[in-house]
């Protein structure tokens, strides 16, 4: 059995989680003590196994207790974003057909005003953030509530599993439905045993997940860490440093990263960033957007080679990786498939040759899912041959290692030229001055879209037509004419979600306004 109840038996005083900010840490008996607790409550308010909760909270302590609680009792769980306003969240929870929601009372406000797309969530149970906030009406302290529920497993457990939404970075988000599985609740799920075989995950890992619980790969990863008996590490909030801090305090052995948080890391002053001792951590993964190659190579130089990479998304139709000896010998490159065949498709529907980009597609004969409540989307992401594809472009070359290029909505057409924004943007962010960048198409009466870059400094004294002017001589000097950027604009803070992800719609709809089409 590999879930928290085995190691409430055999390990019981193990951390299987430490909060990096607070120092606190719930064991393996509390782990299990509490999301059993929590699941007998669930299925004795009528929640049966197929049935769906969603979690609207925080990095807390108390996220892991619901994640469980639904693992173990075959329901669907749903982490809601804990940024999005009451509509935005209500939109998720309401879509999602959740009969209980879980949350807490960091997020009370917006908790309460989201009651109006709560009409079926008939359980409503809030847990203490420790900030002295009130549990509002219509919603039970899930404290109070848990309390008088016995310990030990329900009579009925079978796995549960997540339905996570897509970020809507262009558009309203869709949950991605998998089938239910019909394994035991202690038997291995494809991710933890993905993460046992790559990343040598055991009862000795320390794993630091600095990213919102939320997201797909942080709680599916964290789950994976304590299938195995291993602790989670879980940063309250992203800070560069405080992540080095929590590195060399908890002796993390393991440790995932996006790109942009190794931007913000190696742009941390050198006396800053050798403060603190790495030598403990062992195996480094990052994963979620493509990352430039001189960033790669930076991370590389300073924690030597122990930094993988995989290209993976929350539909998990295939994935593929690379370790740091490999890619030194294919710089750029996200790896070879190592679940599922990669095709790469043009817009006929044909298959390119090498070192050609057209759409990524993952023939994958035992993947089966669905985009909730939208068949024209889930249509969409077949090919005719029963492929799988999430969006993205990228090629091949002739030993079948991936290259990512973009994501295809994100592709600039000016004059008819295909522009891919990762290229443009992975340089400017080597730029000294560039603390962030944004690639978009922005109108253009005679090509149709021009290139823009929308750049966040560390110092928004230096914005002006001398920046601006010395950007675009960066750009000319390494990127073919047509390719660079037009103009610079300069703003306070990109639009990101905390796991890295930008909000380029927002981006471009300040740009675009009303019109009808985007074609100009």
């Known amino acids: 059995?590999?879930?928290?109840?085995?190691?409430?038996?055999?390990?019981?005083?193990?951390?299987?989680?430490?909060?990096?900010e607070s120092g606190r840490v719930i064991t393996y008996r509390e782990l299990d003590e509490r999301s059993n607790q929590l699941a007998h409550l669930l299925r004795d308010r009528g929640l049966r196994r197929g049935d769906h909760i969603a979690i609207f909270a925080e990095n807390h302590e108390r996220f892991l207790d619901a994640l469980w609680a639904a693992a173990r009792s075959g329901l669907y769980f749903t982490p809601?974003?804990?940024?999005?306003?009451?509509?935005?969240?209500?939109?998720?929870?309401?879509?999602?057909?959740?009969?209980?929601?879980?949350?807490?009372?960091?997020m009370a406000t917006v908790a309460s005003e989201m009651l109006p797309h709560l009409s079926r969530c008939e359980v409503r149970l809030m847990f203490d953030s420790g900030n002295g906030t009130a549990v509002p009406d219509r919603f039970e302290s899930l404290e109070v509530a848990v309390a008088p529920y016995p310990t030990t497993?329900?009579?009925?457990?079978?796995?549960?599993?997540?339905?996570?939404?897509?970020?809507?970075?262009?558009?309203?988000?869709?949950?991605?439905?998998?089938?239910?599985?019909?394994?035991?609740?202690?038997?291995?799920t494809p991710v933890s045993e993905a993460m046992r075989v790559l990343w040598g995950i055991g009862p000795d890992t320390v794993y630091l997940s600095p990213a919102p619980l939320y997201h797909t790969s942080p709680s599916s990863c964290c789950m994976g860490v304590q299938r195995y008996g291993g602790t989670a590490v879980v940063m309250e909030r992203w800070d560069p440093e405080a992540a080095l801090r929590a590195i060399?305090?908890?002796?993390?052995t393991t440790a995932q990263f996006v790109p942009t948080m190794f931007v913000r890391m190696l742009k941390l002053p050198r006396e800053v960033r050798e403060r603190y001792d790495m030598s403990t951590l062992d195996y480094v993964l990052h994963t979620a957007a493509p990352c430039a190659v001189e960033i790669k190579q930076q991370m590389l130089d300073w924690w030597g080679p122990i930094i993988h990479e995989s290209y993976a998304a929350s539909e998990n139709p295939g994935y593929t990786a690379i370790g740091p000896d490999e890619w030194v010998q294919h710089r750029g490159s996200v790896g070879k498939a190592q679940w599922g065949v990669i095709h790469i498709v043009d817009d006929d529907g044909l298959e390119c040759p090498p070192g050609e980009p057209g759409l990524i597609y993952f023939e994958n004969a035992v993947v089966t899912y669905e985009y909730h409540k939208d068949p024209g989307k889930s249509a969409e992401s077949r090919h005719s041959a029963g492929w799988w594809s999430v969006g993205d472009v990228g090629y091949l070359d002739d030993e079948g290692y991936l290259f990512l290029t973009d994501r295809k909505s994100h592709m600039v057409i000016s004059g008819g030229v295909n522009i891919y924004p990762q290229e443009i943007e992975n340089l400017l962010i080597m730029h000294?001055?560039?603390?962030?960048?944004?690639?978009?198409?922005?109108?253009?009466?005679?090509?149709?879209?021009?290139?823009?870059?929308?750049?966040?400094?560390?110092?928004?004294?230096?914005?002006?037509?001398?920046?601006?002017?010395?950007?675009?001589?960066?750009?000319?000097?390494?990127?073919?004419?047509?390719?660079?950027?037009?103009?610079?604009?300069?703003?306070?803070?990109?639009?990101?979600?905390?796991?890295?992800?930008?909000?380029?719609?927002?981006?471009?709809?300040?740009?675009?306004?009303?019109?009808?089409?985007?074609?100009?």
């Open 80 to 106: 809601v974003n804990s940024h999005l306003n009451a509509d935005e969240a209500g939109y998720i929870v309401d879509d999602c057909d959740a009969k209980a929601i879980i949350t807490s009372t960091a």
């Open 248 to 252: 060399e305090k908890y002796r993390v």
């Open 432 to 520: 000294p001055k560039v603390l962030d960048v944004a690639v978009i198409g922005v109108p253009d009466a005679d090509l149709g879209e021009q290139v823009k870059a929308i750049v966040q400094t560390g110092d928004p004294s230096l914005w002006g037509p001398d920046l601006e002017a010395e950007l675009l001589s960066f750009c000319s000097a390494h990127l073919a004419r047509y390719k660079c950027p037009r103009s610079v604009d300069f703003i306070d803070e990109l639009p990101r979600l905390p796991t890295g992800k930008l909000y380029k719609r927002l981006l471009k709809d300040r740009y675009w306004g009303d019109r009808p089409t985007r074609i100009v």
């Open 1 to 20: 059995m590999n879930y928290p109840g085995s190691f409430a038996r055999t390990r019981p005083d193990h951390p299987a989680v430490i909060m990096a």
């Open 153 to 188: 497993p329900i009579a009925d457990e079978t796995q549960g599993t997540g339905m996570f939404y897509s970020s809507g970075t262009t558009g309203r988000p869709k949950g991605i439905l998998p089938p239910l599985p019909d394994e035991a609740a202690g038997d291995v």
